[in-house]
């Protein structure tokens, strides 16, 4: 494994970016973060203090090669159904095009996520002129598979809204509440991210969305109060070896986990961390193959001097083993 201290610095500098989903399209490396913006929003447990309203893209020719922001991608303004925070994004290619996901508050506060098209990997993108139907929360993440089947991933607590749909329909609730309390408590199990398949439009759901189940080593799903291992938000699927790795951040315990299946639609069983606490609250990811390699894209809140809200996109390389054990990282050791 190489060197890595040439790589754990911020992809670019001029703004604040997070929730990187990193794709190789036409042999190079692009990146779709979420466009960290200084606001007076607080910390309320709900998320109020993420107030971004646009999109860039960055990219790269090569590893270690400078990093380009391609500017503007998608803004808020640009989107008719939504009305606030334009979180992690994910972006594909099928069909020719490449399609750009993303969650936003519609009108009425409730986080759906949208579609957006582009004949370019950069952009620009145009927005459907509504969310996706059936779709909730937040962090989505599309992976197409070998056989062209493409699956949405996506789901988060808290401000995510994620425990709001436990029902099937949005539930709500007191916003005086402790944030998580009216999800899994104790031995309950644990809320698992949702998975949909989509058409081949790559615009709508195929099916209704499921949700995905994290089981233990003894095949039991994760209860609620295993916080060092639960799911949280942030899911990644990549594929190794024909098996299919869950990524995902822990969220309060601010740890990167991942678990395995033989399924692109589970279940899957945990398998261990692959990072360490960065400086933040958040913990948020990708994994991508490059040229042989492995690689992590994340973020941290190093560049702002620790505020939460103001993040950088940085990447490492990453060990991944013939078994497809990871090795874990600690983000601030060589």
């Known amino acids: 494994m190489q060197n890595n201290s040439k790589f754990r610095t911020p992809l670019v500098t001029h703004i604040y970016t997070a929730d990187p989903s990193a794709h190789v399209f036409n042999g190079k490396i692009y990146i779709y973060p979420s466009h960290d913006l200084e ?8 998320g109020d203090h993420f107030q971004m309203q646009d999109y860039h893209v960055l990219s790269m020719d090569d590893i ?6 391609n500017g503007e991608a998608l803004h808020i303004k640009d989107v008719p159904w939504a009305s606030k925070q334009m979180w992690a994004p994910d972006a594909a290619y099928k069909n020719g095009k490449y399609y750009f996901y993303f969650p936003a ?20 993108f145009k927005a459907e002129p509504d969310y996706i139907k059936g779709s909730f929360s937040i962090d989505p993440a599309v992976f197409v598979d070998d056989d062209g089947k493409a699956y ?11 425990e709001k749909w436990q029902t099937g329909e949005f539930t709500g609730g007191d916003p005086k509440m402790v944030p998580g309390s009216d999800g899994p408590q104790g031995n309950e199990t644990a809320l698992g991210p949702m998975v949909a398949e989509m058409n081949e439009d790559m615009l709508s759901f195929k099916s209704n969305p499921k949700e995905l189940k994290i089981l233990d080593e003894n095949g039991k799903p ?14 990644w699927l990549h594929k190794f070896k024909n098996k299919y790795y869950l990524s995902y951040s822990t969220g309060p315990t601010h740890y990167l986990c991942y678990a395995e299946s033989d399924s692109p639609q589970g279940p899957f069983t945990y398998k261990g961390r692959l990072m360490e606490p960065v400086i933040g609250w958040t913990t948020h990811h990708s994994i ?16 702002s001097g620790g505020k939460t809200p103001l993040r ?3 990447y ?17 050791e060589e």
């Open 39 to 46: 606001n007076e929003g607080l910390d309320d447990g709900e």
């Open 288 to 303: 991508v193959e490059f040229k042989g390699k492995w690689y992590l894209f994340y973020h941290d809140s190093s560049m």
């Open 316 to 332: 490492t390389e990453l060990e991944i083993s013939d078994d497809g054990t990871i090795t874990k990282i600690n983000p601030y």
């Open 152 to 162: 949405m991933y996506f789901g988060g607590l808290w401000g995510g809204q994620l």
């Open 105 to 124: 508050k519609d009108k009425d506060g409730i986080f759906r996520i949208g579609a957006a098209t582009g004949d370019k990997p950069e952009g620009p």
């Open 64 to 69: 270690g090669a400078p990093c380009m922001d």
């Open 222 to 235: 994760l209860i609620a109060d295993d916080k060092n291992r639960w799911y949280f938000e942030g899911p």
């Open 312 to 314: 950088c996109v940085m």
